[in-house]
């Protein structure tokens, strides 16, 4: 029992001890980013790792998701004869919460995991360390332009899945189940409200990003240098970042669409 | 650029050094002197800390209690900008050479030049080609480290840490895992930068014949103290049992052959797994 | 390694077509409509109101269920206690009679309430500044219940007296 309880402390302390940690660590990150944003070469890579190589699971992941909407919300709108509401259903669902949230989950599986697992190599092949015998400081070099890369790719992914996704659903609706297309898309303009709708989906997914990024290279920075700390770090960030995301969006949920 | 001839103060001095890593004593009350100009090696058994050794030198860990200075600063007491100003006059070798995977030969060795001097272009490129003569490999300067062996890695790795022209070079484990040929090569370049440019070497081995045959002065290190020092000759005089050991390649002495355990009859006999 | 060329010229196109989807999703899926930009253009009227309802800041305002502008804010008169609200008419429809009706009409059976402008007859039309003076309020459910129930209670009391 009163080992139970031990272990139980013991792992609550090493939790606030690894959040400190990562408050550290994000702390001197970021105040490398104005050096960052001045070596625009290895920012574009990074955001070329982080997006451009993210974009093909976004637009099928974002036009699948589009029509599995047009396809339920038919079946169920059709009930009410309210089937000329297809396009409202689909943009907000996506617009508000699917395009943020999936194109994050999607992001943190593909971007993240890449990230944590190459700063965990470079960590393990003593890359970090030759970096910083070399005075230079790998949080600037390194990290601070793969985190500016990500908080500006996922915006970008994430409205990308929801205008594939809107079309996806124009094409299920409108094209194969016979939703009038004026009503569609007339019905969906006159309730998408560009502040209150798709700014908040762009301002969550700024949240997002930062913090999927932000989780993905500390624990890539952190890890353990072998193999076996490796994997469990690429897992580990694929894991907390979804929770993060999904907690992150019932909070920002809460605010904006109150 | 620093002179390390003529001057007769060590370069690294290390006074009741003393660390560990959790319960195990790396280092106890420790003194060291690390001459300038000359090659100075550190040898011990697998697991004494000679590595621990060099990032204590080089200020990544912070030793628990005890002194090392290099050129006159204390490392540990320095501040972050401080400590960045003597990094760009150290050049580390790591074991695995730690070439950055994503940069080409080339590039790698531009690296330090490109961070922290703001020198043209055709100058780098003359700098880096130089450098890269200077190990050999000057042909090979566009290819990735995924592309090299394990040797010419390491001297990949030794072009890139003297592009800023350091006062003091650490190799960490240079000569491990390496072929005959590869081990010459090594040899020799570790005795030309010493020669040529009156760099302070440091070199943390556990090959004892290579390393004896370059080195100046050597530390033999074994469970956290100094277990003999001298140069390579009076070494191989040396009576004790520590020093025996390791220079004879003894596999029972002071370090023992079994890992401690109990009595072996009753281990046996008992037949739990414990 | 790609060149940075390359690099450059792919994440610019990565860029561009992010920011093309949030166009599209701004023109196209939302009621963003470049019309509101011109907006600015509009006149203010206003109209007082016993309840709005639940009209809205930026609820439509129509004529003949063309949209002409917008409820551009809601306010309560300090002395009689009414609801104001202040409509932002495009300027295109400058020719509104003084007398026309502001009245507060449901779009669907569940859909969001606006503003229906009946034109009178007046010569005059209506300037920025002016207020509209024949206003219905929005209709509240409650209201409508408890009149019903209040009627059928009155019935039943008088009897069969009164003619049905």
Redesign the interface.
Known sequence: MISVLRGLGRAGLGFFERLGRGHVFLFYSLLGVPAGLYRIHLLLTQVYMAGVLSLVIIVVSGFFVGMVLGLQGYNTLVDFGAEESLGILVALSLVRELGPVVAALLFAGRAGSALTAEIGL?KT???L?????????PLK?VVAPRLLAGVLAMPLLAAIFSAVGVYGGYFVGVGLLGVDEGAFWAQMQSSVDFHDDIMNGVIKSFVFGFTVTWIAVFEGYDTVPTSEGISRATTRTVVNSSLAVLGLDFVLTALMFD | MDTNRGSEEPLVTIRGLSFSRGARKIFDEVDMDIARGKITAIMGPSGCGKTTLLSLI?G?LRPDAGSVRVDGLEVPQLSRREL??L??R?G?L???G???????VFENVA??LR??TGLPVPIIRDLVLMKLEAVGLRGARDL?PSELSGGMARRV?LA?AIALDPMMIMYDEPFAGQDPISMGVLLRLIHLMNEAMGVTSIVVSHDVKETASIADYVYVLAEGKIVGQGTPEELKKSPSKWVRQFMDALPDGPVHFHYPAPAYMEDLLSGEDR | ?LQSKTIETVVGLFVAIGLGALLVLAMRVSNLNLADFGNENGYEIRAKFDNIGGLKVRSPVKMAGVTVGRVAAIDIAKDTYEAIATLKIDKRYNQIPADTAANIYTAGLLGEQYVSLEPGGDENFLKAGDEITLTQSAVVLEQIIGQFLFEKAAEGDEGGDKGS
Request: glycine fraction near 2%.
């Open positions: 470079m092949t003593e890359q360390a030759a970096m910083e015998m070399m005075a230079v400081d070099r | 080089g990544q960045l100003q990094r760009k150290m580390m790591f074991q695995s730690a070439l950055l995977t994503d940069l080409s690296f330090p961070e922290h990735m790795a890139r | 390694m």
